[in-house]
């Protein structure tokens, strides 16, 4: 006995020790991690440099202080990849840098929003008028890869690659048949015939009225798309049209012989052509520098201005609480409005969306701070890949709204869902359900019952006041008469073109435009620019994704591809209440 008593002893502290131990690494990975984050690589470059752009990975609105997203655990290096808002800077920086010689495109599948691209895209026809060049290779344009690619001087396909012009697809997934099988009833009370996002639930393909909105605001997307290709190709846009709908362009010649592309060449061949153009005489001496890297150089124009502009970053599904850098917590961002408005040195407001809307109560939280920041000082709106329903909601206050051609907005529509999660317990769980209550409605909302009529009714009402009060704040914000905005409202999606045509848009043009404006509303000559809400600190992020977002994480890297569809469950099963929100995920390709 005495001997057991050892070895359990033994074994217990042993498992002490290797705990303490596995504690001690854990804490000096994540200070790694901390440090690494936190300490800004200043990159040091030299004249003729090239700017190497690359954009194989998410692009996020802003660069992410989050250690563990860019995080290789192979190389144990943390990889930051610059958000939208530092590719911009580095793109218009190298503009005016002389130590840049020129761009070299070297594009990927980009898996950003067409919106996202085409902010990318101005930036390249801004940095053209430096008279600096902008080269591009690829072994496979994809259609958005192309587009960017299409504003460079030349286009280079490597000989035996592939070019993407097919026109557009979007693809939504159903998950009536999922929630079928797992017993679970989704009851639905909406308002507006557009009124999409719910059909995933209880529909297995469009209806009629989906199919319409979406064909026309997909089709203005593609024919901007289209057109822009066609004006810095020099290609006649009704060819360009034909070129993608019959699919001409199946083979690399195929591409030269429609003045897609400029020659078929291999990456040691484009290196040499860079080579000459910054006057080196082999790829050894060739400098490149990345995107990652030159973000961290210096602004040869850093403004000291005690006027300010503040830019307050909108991104995600719209909920209460505090939210985070993926997600429109109410309270988060009513604060950075709040803080921006009281702010004496903050002259105007941006507000950055890219949302597709959420919880409507959430929402008109934050639309009663966008409010009351109007009263005060200039605000706009700016909309990103997606501002719709909820999104739309919160920027209807604003005193200007600015969206690109391809944003996707309006869904003006409200829907409630609650599930009846009754026979999957019952059936598959052998789980039963038994109690007492004080009133008829004391569990209104129980997820373990179907809703009565008179239960149907009251949520009914709910909704349509709430459709009532969106579309007059609408109406009120855009001025237009409540009767003109519902007749565009009934949950329809547009583009941004049609919503600038039908005035649900002011201005179509990019985020600059939108700093500009403001700056012009504020009678500003000479500002900065800050952004809004401050980003979650590393340490506290770690903390999070060691805890809730590392399940996440794991479980999108064992599924891949198809982890998209395990977070549509995830998010139709969340949808509790009354929401504004655009349906699930749309992918244009």
């Keep these: 006995m005495k001997q057991f008593f050892k070895i359990v002893f033994a ?67 943390n990889v930051s990849n610059p958000g939208l808002n530092d590719i911009m800077k580095s793109i218009d920086k190298a503009k005016d840098d002389n130590i840049i010689a020129g761009i070299y495109l070297d594009l990927d599948n980009i898996t950003a929003g067409l919106s996202t691209v085409e902010e990318i895209r101005n930036a390249l026809i801004r940095f ?56 679970i009833e989704p009851q639905v009370i909406r308002v507006g015939t557009f009124k999409s996002a719910i059909e995933p639930l209880i529909l297995d393909k ?64 484009v290196l040499d052509i860079l080579c000459k153009k910054t006057g080196v005489s082999n790829e050894k001496d060739l400098k490149m520098v990345s995107l990652k890297k030159y973000k961290n150089v210096p602004s040869l ?120 999660s009754q026979k999957l317990f019952n059936n598959k769980l ?3 359900f038994d109690g007492v209550k004080t009133g008829k409605y004391a569990d209104l909302g129980s997820s373990v019952r179907p809703l009565t009529d008179s239960e149907r009714l009251i949520i009914q009402n709910s909704v349509n006041k709430i459709y009532e009060d969106f579309t007059t ?21 547009w583009s941004g073109t049609d919503a600038q045509r039908i005035g649900l848009v002011d201005v179509l043009g990019n985020f600059d435009d939108a700093v500009r404006i403001a700056a012009q509303m504020a009678k500003l000559a000479d500002f900065r620019v800050i952004s809004l809400p401050e980003q979650t600190d590393p340490f506290s992020k770690i903390m999070n994704d060691l805890s809730g977002d590392a399940s996440a994480w794991i479980t999108a890297k064992q599924l891949g591809e198809q982890y998209q569809y395990y977070r549509q469950v995830q998010e139709a099963l969340k949808m509790q209440g009354v929401q504004a929100r655009l349906p699930f995920d749309m992918n244009i390709r």
């Design 11 to 77: 074994s217990m502290l042993g498992a002490i020790l290797s705990f303490f131990v596995l504690l001690i690494i854990c804490f000096f990975i994540i200070a790694g991690l901390i440090g690494s984050a936190s300490k800004e690589q200043v990159a040091s470059i030299s004249k003729n440099s090239i700017l190497h752009i690359g954009l194989s990975f998410p692009i996020s609105e802003r660069t992410s202080q989050n250690p563990f997203e860019n995080f290789d655990f192979n190389s144990f290096e």
């Design 473 to 493: 704040k609408v109406a009120d914000g855009r001025k237009m008469p409540l009767e003109e905005v519902k007749k565009i409202a009934e949950g329809r999606v």
């Design 128 to 183: 053209k008028e430096s008279g600096k060049f902008i080269i591009s290779y690829s072994e496979v344009y994809t259609q958005k890869a192309y587009y960017l690619a299409s504003v460079a001087d030349q286009i280079y396909l490597n000989p035996a690659g592939l070019m993407e012009l097919r026109g557009f697809s979007a693809n939504i997934s159903f998950i009536k048949g999922t929630l079928a099988k797992l017993e």
């Design 301 to 420: 124009n850093i403004s000291t201005a005690k006027d300010k502009i503040a830019v307050i970053y909108a991104v995600g599904s719209i909920e209460g609480g505090n939210g985070d850098d993926q997600t429109i917590g109410s309270e988060r961002i009513s604060k950075a409005i709040r803080t921006a408005r009281m702010d004496q040195q903050v002259k105007a407001i941006v507000l950055r969306i890219n949302s597709p809307g959420g919880s409507a109560l959430a929402s008109d939280v934050i639309w009663r701070e966008v409010e009351l920041a109007r009263k005060i000082k200039p605000v706009v709106a700016s909309m990103g890949d997606v501002a719709a329903s909820g999104g739309y909601y919160i920027a209807c206050a604003a005193d200007t709204i600015i969206a690109q051609p391809t944003t996707i907005t309006g869904s003006i529509g409200v829907f409630g869902v609650l599930f009846n």
């Design 430 to 432: 052998g789980i039963t």
């Design 206 to 269: 469009m209806s009629d009225a989906n199919r319409e909105q979406t064909s026309v605001f997909m089709g203005s997307m593609y024919d901007h798309f289209i057109g822009a290709i066609a004006e810095s190709r020099a290609v006649n846009k009704d060819s360009l049209f034909a070129i993608a709908d019959q699919l001409l362009i199946r083979e690399p010649e195929d591409a030269i012989r429609y003045k897609m592309v400029d020659q078929l060449a291999y990456k040691d061949e």
